[in-house]
Every structure is written in structure tokens, then in C-alpha cells.
């Protein structure tokens, strides 16, 4: 029988201070290691960049211009978070394994065009917890680009066939008019979208809320729901991993 796989993406702003060049909220890191640590199901960790990749990403303009040493400082810098929080796994007892886009990924004017899923899936059903991140990518059209975790887990979510797909953030959810929208699909999309913003902090490369929600219903689409909750909230990890609707459910139109 296969295995449940639950796909989780931890944002940047969660993991990092995105106001400050490489700064690891390491107590943050430490207790989300072991949350996801005690999860039962079969994993993928994505995390994003925050102030490890965002900043360098913006410093050489990588989403206009190829730069080969950008490309070399961006990836080198989100790989340091992803040590660290791969560190932090090992410590909390689970077994990671760090999987690294630029070496693993190709894009096609932003968007992923091939990505080797094999070792994914024999990672999973032996156990290891393969541990992805937003990266720096090669790209047939543009040289390269910035991949963001939310595309990589749309990605994943539909090649490895997600049970659940839990992303997050540093909110409750969407929020719409002060409060968490509890459902967004394609109808209710357009009313809450102008509130939906960018991210705070360091100019965010690849685009905060609103590309998320975008990218999401994208999945809601294709018949594969998915749910934005607060990450920087303990024990909401669990919760959004065992199915309970704690933030935002994104799913198709009924
Ligand atoms: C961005 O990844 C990757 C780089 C800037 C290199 P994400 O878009 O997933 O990162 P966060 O979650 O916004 O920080």
C-alpha cells in the first residue's frame, strides 16, 4: 500500500528575520523541528528563503539579469538555512535528508519544466524526510530565476500525489476585512484579492500572499486542496497536517 504523503512548506518570514542579512529564528527552528519530527505521515519539508536568499536575490536583480556569482551567493546562502535546519531535524530525532533544487530542477520562464522526483519517493518510502527549499534555478529561457517554495510544493503536490498540503505562513490565513477567510476558491477569489499583499520585510522576490493564493487555487484546480495556517504558532503543524482546518482551506469550486 502507499504511504500517505503530506507535503509542508515553512515561509522565510516564519524561519528567519527577513529584516536582517541571515538571520535565523533558531527557538522558532528548534520547536518546528520537533513538530514536524513527531509527525506520523510520509513528508516533504520545503522552507522558504527569508533573509537567506531573498536578500542576495534582490542585491544582483537574479530575476532580470543572469549573474553567475548572484547565482552562486543566493544558493549558497538559503543552502546555510537549510544546514541549519536540517541541523535542527537531526537534533529533534527525524531523519533528513537536504535536497537542493538548483541540482534537481529546471524551469521554463519561471515555471518548473522538469524536476527528478525518483529519489523523492524512494526517500519517503524508506523513511527519510527530504528537506527542499526556494532556490536559485537554472532556466531554459532566462538563465535562471528564483524557484519559490510555494511553486516546488504545487509541484510536488501534484507529481507525488498529496494527501495534504499545508503551507506556513507567518498569519492565521488569508486574511480578508481583519479576519481569517476560512475558504477561498475561485469564486470568492476576486473579492478578497485587492487586501491580499505582498510580505513584509525585505523586498520579497517572489511575491508574498497573493501569489501564494494564486498558485494554490492553481492546485484547487486540478482537485488537490490545500491549507495556509500559522506556522509561528505552536502545535498548528500537527493540526494542519492531520487534515484540521486550522487558517485557510484553498480548494476547488463546488
Ligand atoms: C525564495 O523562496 C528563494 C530565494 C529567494 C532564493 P520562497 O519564496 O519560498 O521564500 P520565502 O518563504 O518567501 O522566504
Redesign the pocket.
Known amino acids: 500500500m502507499r504511504k500517505m504523503v503530506g507535503i509542508l512548506?515553512i515561509?522565510?518570514?516564519v524561519l528567519t528575520d527577513?529584516t536582517k542579512l541571515e538571520s535565523p529564528r533558531m527557538e522558532t527552528i528548534e520547536r518546528i523541528a520537533a513538530e514536524v519530527a513527531s509527525s506520523s505521515s510520509g513528508l516533504v519539508l520545503v522552507h522558504?528563503?527569508?533573509s537567506f536568499?531573498?536578500i542576495h536575490?534582490d542585491k544582483y536583480d537574479l530575476r532580470e539579469k543572469f549573474d553567475p556569482e548572484g547565482i552562486l551567493e543566493?544558493h549558497r546562502s538559503?543552502v546555510r538555512l537549510n544546514e541549519i535546519v536540517v541541523e535542527a531535524l537531526c537534533r529533534a530525532g527525524a531523519h533528513p535528508v537536504p535536497v537542493h533544487p538548483l541540482s534537481c530542477a529546471l524551469l521554463q520562464d519561471g515555471r518548473i519544466e522538469d524536476m527528478n522526483i525518483g529519489p523523492l519517493t524512494e526517500m519517503i518510502e524508506r523513511g527519510l524526510l527530504p528537506v527542499l527549499?526556494?532556490?536559485?534555478v537554472m532556466d531554459r529561457a532566462r538563465g535562471a530565476d528564483?524557484?519559490?517554495?510555494?511553486q516546488i510544493i504545487t509541484h510536488l503536490a501534484r507529481s507525488l500525489g498529496a494527501d495534504v498540503v499545508a503551507l506556513g505562513t507567518r498569519e492565521d490565513g488569508v486574511i480578508y476585512g481583519g479576519e481569517v477567510v476560512s475558504r477561498v476558491t475561485r469564486e470568492n477569489y476576486h473579492r478578497i484579492e485587492p487586501e491580499l499583499g505582498g510580505?513584509r520585510g525585505v523586498d520579497?522576490?517572489?511575491g508574498g500572499m497573493r501569489m501564494k493564493v494564486m498558485e494554490l487555487l492553481d492546485l484547487a484546480d486540478d482537485g488537490i486542496p490545500s491549507l495556509i495556517f500559522n506556522a509561528g504558532k505552536k502545535g498548528m503543524i500537527e493540526k494542519a497536517l492531520e487534515g484540521e482546518l486550522v487558517g485557510t482551506l484553498v480548494e476547488g469550486s463546488s
Open positions: 512548506k515561509g522565510g518570514g527577513k522558504g528563503a527569508g536568499g531573498h536575490a543566493t538559503v527549499h526556494g532556490d536559485v528564483i524557484l519559490s517554495g510555494d510580505s520579497d522576490v517572489t
